[in-house]
């Protein structure tokens, strides 16, 4: 079976977001965050974040961006922007290496965010609902 990373995000303001994004992603991507609208970069950032992790855990990593071990997250081009369908463009430049990991960004609703990355190719994604109980009064 090929590894898969899976990341998943609360949505929630995110401190010092340019800043955080500079370190992670790279100063270009962090100029393009800055100029949506305030109340679209943390899940913009969060979205794009989740990407990154999901791809590192798939690739060995047992971390986040920010405690990734001994993988640079600085390596791996992704598609960060929301909208957009995600991908890994490259990884140390390279594009063939960006291309044999699949990724998928997962609808957890309006107050979750998260990807899946699997190092091939992702076949399905069964998803599940869960509702939470209630207490009997």
Do not use: M
Not at 85 to 96: C, H, M, Q, T
């Amino acid at each position: 079976h090929d590894p898969v990373g899976v990341d998943i995000e609360r949505l929630r303001p995110v401190v010092d977001v340019l800043g955080l994004a500079t370190r992670t992603f790279g100063a270009e991507a962090a100029i393009a965050l800055g100029a949506l609208p305030r109340d679209r970069r943390d899940r913009t950032f969060l979205q794009a974040w989740t990407r990154l992790s999901a791809v590192l855990k798939a690739e060995g990593s047992s971390g986040t961006p920010a405690r990734s071990g001994s993988i640079d997250p600085r390596r791996y081009r992704i598609v960060w922007a929301a909208e957009t369908p995600p991908a890994v463009l490259s990884i140390d430049g390279d594009r063939k290496a960006g291309a044999r990991i699949d990724i998928r960004d997962l609808d957890l609703g309006p107050n979750h965010v998260g990807a899946v990355a699997a190092v091939g190719r992702i076949e399905n994604i069964w998803h599940c609902a869960f509702e939470a109980e209630t207490a009997a009064a």
